[in-house]
């Protein structure tokens, strides 16, 4: 199976801070790489498709990036309603996996 | 509105057995792969199995393959999963969700997920 590990498991910030998730996969997964947020007792949010596609609907403070083995997550400007946990998820090879999650929580 | 509801969660004993069904509305059920993604109390999201638009090809997670089928009746517009030989790690919180492109060939990232449906697996 592909493993996927993301860094941090938390992350405390500030509204406004720039904040990057990385999220490393065990095995390359070209571009075949999503990015869910989560909130406690919700269901995910999909944000990112393809690496780098953001979702309709999803706020222009959202980017992703890589290829291959190595991905980042950004948010430009933190705001009050990103605080949430954030998955990785890979589609490239069955069966799919998500990373363990990143916590960004208030500093 | 595009929606997904799931029921059929509860309390079942080891080695028991559930059904889960995912309800669709809003959109044309038949045009999409639909997934099963659960989540354990405190964890993280696993990915459990997936079905073509026809439901001719279904992929597993190891963990549970041989216990555990995904269905669908696109007639019905709903997604199943039946869960025999149930286990405590089995316990989670499972969603139904949709994949994001229509008519495709090969599985996509999961744009609509539903509310989830409660499974715990306790004597």
């Known amino acids: 199976d592909v493993q996927m590990t993301q860094s941090p498991s938390t992350l405390s910030a500030s509204v406004g801070d720039r904040v990057t998730i990385t999220c490393r996969a065990s095995?390359?997964?070209?571009?075949?790489l999503a990015w869910y947020q989560q909130k406690p007792g919700k269901a995910p949010k999909f944000l990112i498709y393809?690496?780098?596609s953001l979702e309709n609907g999803v706020p222009s403070r959202f980017s992703g990036s890589g290829s291959g083995t190595e991905f980042t997550l950004t948010i430009s400007s933190l705001q009050p309603d990103d605080f949430a946990t954030y998955y990785c998820?890979?589609?490239?090879?069955?069966?799919?996996?998500f990373g363990q999650g990143t916590k960004v929580e208030i500093k | 509105e595009v929606q997904l509801v799931e029921s059929g969660g509860g309390l079942v004993q080891p080695g028991g057995s559930l059904r889960l069904s995912c309800a669709a509305s809003?959109?044309?059920?038949?045009?999409?792969?639909m997934s099963w993604v659960r989540q354990a109390p405190g964890k993280g999201l696993e990915w459990v199995a997936n079905i073509k638009q026809d439901g001719n090809e279904k992929y597993y997670v190891d963990s549970v393959k041989g216990r555990f089928t995904i269905s669908r009746d696109n007639a019905k517009n709903s997604l199943y999963l039946q869960m025999n030989g149930l286990r405590a790690e089995d316990t989670a919180v499972y969603y139904c969700a949709r994949d994001r492109v229509p008519m495709a060939v090969a599985g996509t990232p999961m744009d609509v997920w539903g509310k989830g449906t409660t499974v715990t697996v306790s004597s």
């Open positions: 095995q390359s997964i070209n571009s075949w």
């Open positions: 393809k690496a780098s």
């Open positions: 998820q890979q589609y490239n090879t069955y069966p799919w996996t």
């Open positions: 809003g959109f044309t059920f038949s045009n999409y792969w």
